[in-house]
């Protein structure tokens, strides 16, 4: 990914929750970015990074990330006293989306735009990160120029907040819903999607989205006196997480 650094702040969006995400000026253009200082951060940033990676990597739409370096010189006309301590809180690298100008919030209403291919294609791949949004409240997908896009994943991979409990059979768990998922009656091609997608995720594939995440955000969440060896072990205990959800049998329910 790219690094770029923020030169102002163009606006905040507090009604997304505790993430507060804002959408800042850079020389590539607006982007769309998720603050290493908020809620869950940076795990949630690590999440967001690995899910679009496997999500590309089976032919879904996630905008594109780049780097985006936040510091005491950044402006900003907001002068709300929160939003300050939070960009104070995330000087250094945060994560940038590309801006999708003109995208509208998908709808509930939206549903029957999705193809049955498409739903299913999102599901099994929110089964596997074990996501537990995109729900009628909460879909985290835009449509833009025609097409569905995926955003919001910080809420994914949710073991990676408690290693300490992961077990051996924890990958096999079931930690997802099928039935508040919001294009659950559009995901009727599972059985035939669920091996073709599987195949596509080797070890390889799922490496390299892991390896996507940047040191940055994942040495925060080691102990101060981690190693780069210990680092490498954390970038491999996801990739074993992973490739033991996509063993057989798997179970989407």
């Not at 997304?16 to 800042?24: A, E, K």
């Not at 801006?99 to 999705?114: E, H, K, N, S, T």
Request: aromatic letters at 8%; proline letters at 5%.
């Amino acid at each position: 990914m790219k690094t770029y650094r923020a030169s102002r702040v163009l606006s905040s969006d507090r009604k997304r929750g505790s993430s507060w995400p804002i959408v800042v000026e850079t020389k590539a253009g607006r982007c769309f970015t998720k603050l290493r200082g908020a809620a869950q951060s940076p795990a949630a940033l690590v999440a967001e990074v690995i899910v679009a990676e496997l999500a590309e990597a089976i032919g879904l739409r996630v905008p594109a990330r780049s780097l985006i370096r936040i510091d005491e010189e950044l402006k900003r006309e907001d002068r709300n006293q929160e939003l300050g301590d939070l960009l104070r809180a995330s000087r250094g690298l945060n994560l940038g989306f590309h801006f999708l100008d003109g995208a509208v919030d998908f709808r509930p209403q939206d549903i029957a735009r999705v193809t049955s291919d498409e739903a299913s294609m999102v599901v099994w791949l929110d089964w596997l990160v074990m996501n537990p949004d995109r729900t009628l409240l909460n879909p985290n997908m835009l449509f833009w120029k025609g097409e569905l896009w995926l955003i919001d994943h910080g809420s994914a991979l949710m073991f990676h907040h408690a290693w300490s409990s992961v077990r051996e059979d924890s990958p096999r768990r079931n930690a997802f819903s099928l039935a508040t998922h919001v294009l659950a009656e559009r995901a009727t091609q599972l059985a035939e999607w669920d091996p073709l997608l599987a195949e596509r995720l080797d070890r390889d594939i799922l490496r390299a989205a892991v390896e996507a995440a940047p040191d940055d955000f994942l040495w925060p969440l080691l102990s101060q006196e981690a190693s780069t060896a210990q680092l490498a072990r954390r970038r491999e205990a996801y990739v074993a997480f992973l490739w033991k959800r996509l063993k057989p049998p798997r179970t989407i329910s």
